[in-house]
């Protein structure tokens, strides 16, 4: 859909500030977390919830269609529209006020549930509902879709915890309570029997809020509309003790239908259950390190009071049972549950979506639907991972859907599944709304009396069919725009980009992983992981985006750390550093390529000009302490003024070593960092190696890993490198001696671009997981405060937990920031990424330091040093080096 310049024009006029047309942020918004997309006119982020209204008459000016977007973790596509998209988050996100003796709370819909939780949880209050996504969905979007999460046994949906809304209606609306009311009356009987029949009956409008008897609760009845009836302003909300003796027993079964069977038991003997959530095994699977579970093929996670702990596990007829008590591990099984979606997408031997997403039925009658459903998927010939909210009777599943008939098959396997769910009584939808994916079939739940009632209810809140036309009321067809079903090249990069579900875990303002730091800086849906996957993929089709040279591509790449964090913490799996860097390749090569920037090719090959400026380094880093030499170099190489330039080392750490005189017991790869930069971090580990007894000597052969040529998407000249580096290396790994890299994105890149790109793996150590494996004595570190930074791709790659381990058996006190430094490599240094650089530095690094200002601060990576170098004036250590200090002279 082409843009209308009067409908910009209309919502400038009415003072909308932040209105965005741009070909950049349709693509962001063209889709949620559903199958669906659907490229809006124009996007708009409201500063103030007068501009609503303003957003609603610009709307009857011009017949431009509103949807309510929340965070676009809508699974059934209810957040994508072809005229405007409101996104709330940006700008209304603002917890008004608490109330600690009503124990309310006042929001405004862009206010991310976890915001809410912190905000509360001072006052020893929550908010009840707790959806998967609560790291960074919105209320106003919980509101729309009526979310109900983990926990609604114990706090119930949504809508059991709005006290008032204050809404604006759709254009053209008036007296709408009382015509709400005058309607009901008409069909008092037809309601009390058709709506309500058990808690996650969602689908459709909730009618039975507005019975006298229940009353007339308008607001409550608005709750799970999708934002077809009305815009919410602000919303006030029921907030409820935290209970902190809750534990969890985890009962395993021979199948989830089997688990499924145990539910009415379980539900009968703990009246004070908070949660009753059913897992698969196929999920857990995929999560490395996950804690124990008992024995069993399928999962119920049952949160309980201590007291109710052991009627649980006596009704419950599990196979094996644990007990978990409120803690970190808890805490880690829970978070397995919160990543279903994402896990749940590639747990089967080709790629899983929703679209037929959270059906729900009575609890009593989960079992026998389970199996009914495990059926219907046979003779489909499809398969899906079920998980979910067992104790209401509410399963996702995420199915292996094939698209390539354009979504015949998808449309007859949804058909059949609504038919077979009205045999048990069931609901389309349990709370994520019917949307684009489900609307259509609310024939098959509701008959004609109800869906009449749907319509009339639509008349009187929008009688301009402004919000969201399409779902729910004169629904659009379930097969349309599936993006899926799109053509797509036959590129391996095509099916990577498009793992990428929406799910929004990179969205969340605040997090304890690595993903996604410049969104975290910025918080423009651009800069996150989801945004830069939906601009490749629309990149892929070249309809909106026109390949990878458009500059909107590259105005969403811009910003990529290229941290890795997505390739760990994204549960769908998405690597938005290698996409980046393969993007950049195709931008700069072949026929039609564009020029590459010079940082591409200073920064870009930096241990080249490393290796060539070797033997002359002191000259060169004499010259760098000139003001007008540095100035220049620095604009030659593009990088920022306010940068500094690491300084070269006098001597390598090849040459400072020598040839080794005997076979040690440890091989030291001087990657080009440490060689040409930090050599004393390779003295160090050789020093401490020899304290323990253990023999270390450098490998004298040059051996780059390539990083720098990945990043900067030369990868032809990458490729070429890596070979030779595995032709120098893969002797002394096979050798039997342990190789050891202190580098940790360059032994990242062996150990993750490397088989990627010449198919080879070697087995190089961190400097931590060699000494785990050598199980030699450690220096006391009692009483030492320790403030570690682990790079990136050490967290996201390597993985950090074997440093932290040697560093608590030693005796230290351990905080282990989250997050990025913000430099990585030559993205901080780079003229136009200083500030953001500094504000990912801010988000958790730069905290941490000024929290602990007595603290040993531990950064194994290059770039953290410099960072913190620049930006605080802090010395930083190698672990090698922190260890190599305390040895006893």
């Given amino acids: 859909m082409t843009v209308s310049p009067d409908l910009v024009a209309a919502l400038r006029d009415r003072g909308v500030t932040d209105v965005d047309d741009s070909t950049l942020t349709r693509a962001l918004y063209s889709s949620d977390a559903s199958l669906y997309r659907v490229v809006p006119q124009v996007v708009v982020r409201p500063r103030h919830p007068d501009e609503l209204d303003a957003v609603l008459d610009a709307s009857a000016a011009t017949g431009a269609p509103v949807t309510m977007r929340g965070a676009g973790t809508s699974i059934a596509g209810n957040a994508v529209g072809t005229g405007i998209v409101v996104d709330t988050l940006k700008h209304l996100n603002r917890v008004v006020s608490i109330d600690r003796e009503a124990r309310t709370a006042v929001v405004q819909p862009g206010v991310v549930h976890a915001d809410l939780q912190r905000a509360a949880a001072p006052h020893g209050l929550r908010f009840g509902p707790d959806p998967s996504t609560h790291t960074r969905c919105t209320i106003g979007g919980m509101i729309g879709n009526n979310a109900c999460g983990s926990r609604a046994l114990g706090y119930g949906r949504t809508s059991d915890n709005v006290l008032g809304l204050d809404v604006a209606y759709g254009p053209g609306a008036a007296d709408v309570e009382a015509r709400l009311g005058a309607l009901v009356d008409q069909h008092l009987g037809h309601i009390r029997t058709s709506f309500g029949r058990f808690t996650r009956q969602v689908s459709g409008y909730s009618l039975e809020h507005l019975l006298p008897e229940n009353g007339r609760n308008v607001d409550r009845f608005l709750v799970g509309s999708e934002g077809t009836l009305a815009v919410v302003r602000s919303a006030t909300v029921r907030l409820v003790e935290d209970d902190p003796d809750r534990h969890l027993v985890v009962l395993g079964y021979p199948s989830m239908a089997e688990a499924a069977d145990a539910v009415p038991a379980l539900l009968a003997v703990a009246p004070s259950m908070t949660a009753c959530e059913g897992l698969d095994s196929r999920i857990v699977d995929l999560v490395p390190g996950a804690p124990a579970l008992p024995r069993g093929a399928g999962w119920l996670f049952v949160e ?236 892929l089709d070249g309809e909106l985006v026109k390949g990878f040279a458009d500059p909107a591509v590259h105005e969403a790449l811009d910003l990529c750390l290229a941290c890795k964090g997505c390739a760990s913490d994204c549960p769908t799996g998405v690597d938005m550093a290698t996409y980046k860097a393969e993007a950049l390749h195709a931008t700069y090569t072949g026929p039609d390529a564009r020029r590459r920037p010079r940082s591409h090719l200073l920064l870009g090959r930096l241990p080249k000009w490393a290796r060539m400026t070797a033997p002359v380094a002191p000259l060169a880093n004499r010259m760098m302490r000139l003001g007008p030499v540095a100035r220049m170099a620095k604009a030659t190489a593009g990088i920022d003024q306010r940068r500094s330039i690491p300084a070269f080392a006098p001597k390598t750490l090849r040459r400072t070593t020598g040839v080794p005189e005997v076979v040690p017991d440890v091989w030291i790869w001087a990657d080009s960092f440490t060689d040409h930069f930090l050599p004393s971090t390779g003295l160090a580990a050789i020093e401490f190696l020899a304290s323990v007894g253990v023999t270390a000597r450098v490998i004298r052969d040059d051996a780059c890993c390539g990083l720098t040529w990945v990043t900067t998407g030369q990868l032809d000249e990458a490729r070429a490198i890596m070979t030779r580096t595995v032709r120098t290396l893969k002797p002394y790994v096979e050798s039997g001696v342990p190789v050891v890299g202190l580098e940790p994105s360059c032994l990242a890149t062996l150990r993750s671009d490397v088989p990627e790109m010449v198919g080879e793996r070697l087995d190089v150590l961190s400097f931590a997981e060699l000494l785990e494996r050598l199980d030699v004595a450690l220096p006391d570190l009692t009483g030492v405060d320790v403030v570690a930074q682990p790079h990136c791709h050490h967290a996201s790659i390597i993985g950090w937990a074997a440093d932290k381990r040697l560093l608590e058996r030693a005796g230290a006190t351990v905080t282990q920031v989250a997050g990025c430094c913000g430099l990585a490599g030559n993205f901080g240094m780079e003229k136009g990424h200083y500030e953001v650089s500094v504000a990912v530095a801010e988000t958790h690094l730069l905290p941490a330091v000024r929290a602990n200002r007595d603290a040993v601060v531990l950064a194994d990576g290059m770039s953290c040093k410099v960072q913190l170098d620049d930006l605080a004036d802090v010395p930083a250590m190698h672990l090698a080096e922190l260890l190599a200090s305390r040895i006893e002279k």
């Fill in 304 to 539: 309980v009071p201590a007291a109710e702990t052991a009627a649980v596990i006596a009704a419950g007829g599990a196979l094996e049972h644990r007990v978990v008590p409120d803690g970190p591990e808890a805490a880690a099984l829970w978070r397995i549950r919160e990543d279903g979606a994402g896990l749940a997408a590639r747990s089967l031997s080709r790629p899983a979506y929703s679209g037929w997403e959270d059906a729900a039925v009575p609890p009593e009658k989960l079992g026998a639907w389970l199996r009914d459903f495990d059926e219907l998927l046979k003779e489909h010939r499809l398969d899906g991972v079920p998980y979910g909210h067992f104790g209401d009777g509410c399963v996702h599943v995420r199915i292996d859907f094939l698209f390539d008939d354009g979504g015949r098959s998808f449309r007859d396997f949804l058909t059949a599944a609504a038919l077979k769910l009205k045999e048990h009584g069931g609901s389309l939808s349990g709370e994520h709304g019917d949307g684009r994916a489900r609307s259509e079939l609310l024939s098959t739940m509701y008959d004609e009396e109800s869906l009449a009632l749907f319509g009339a209810v639509k008349a009187i809140c929008d009688p301009g069919n402004a919000l969201n036309p399409g779902n729910i009321v004169d629904p659009a067809p379930l097969d349309a725009d599936l993006r899926p079903a799109r053509p797509r090249p036959l590129i391996p990069l095509a099916d990577a980009i498009h793992r990428c579900t929406g799910v929004g875990k990179c969205v969340a303002p605040k997090t304890n992983g690595v993903m996604c730091p410049s969104y975290l800086a910025t918080r423009d849906e651009k800069d996150s992981t989801r945004g830069r996957s939906r601009v490749l993929q629309e990149a």
